[in-house]
């Protein structure tokens, strides 16, 4: 998945629903599908502000190389992630790609 490049979002992006949706998000088996904001959506923890705030500026990396920006709800330890296409108010491939992305730096 890291070699996937997000596509430019865009008002007929294709929303991702029901079984797509679902077989798109085995590629991130971790994140979850909030269905109230209708969004992609993950906790991450860390170990004090520093490593926090780190990956905050990583995320912010790979947001400006994408050009595909989530919402991002930052606190001491923790930062909630969300990735949603606002362009078509729902999930498209662009955020399923970049969520996977984003999963890379948790594991690096």
Not at 2 to 22: F, I
Request: charge should be negative; include cysteine; hydrophobic fraction near 35%.
């Amino acid at each position: 998945m890291t070699q996937d490049k997000c596509e430019d979002c865009y008002s007929g992006a294709e929303v991702l629903s029901g079984d797509v949706l679902h077989a798109e998000m085995q590629a991130i088996p971790s994140w979850e599908y909030c269905q109230e904001k209708k969004c992609l959506l993950k906790k991450y923890s860390f170990k004090g502000y520093y490593k926090t705030i780190a990956f905050v500026n990583a995320i912010a990396w790979i947001a400006q190389q994408q050009q595909h920006h989530p919402d991002l709800e930052v606190s001491y330890n923790c930062v909630i992630v969300r990735y949603q296409t606002h362009a078509v108010d729902g999930v498209t491939k662009s955020d399923i790609i970049c969520a996977g992305l984003v999963d890379g730096l948790s594991a690096a």
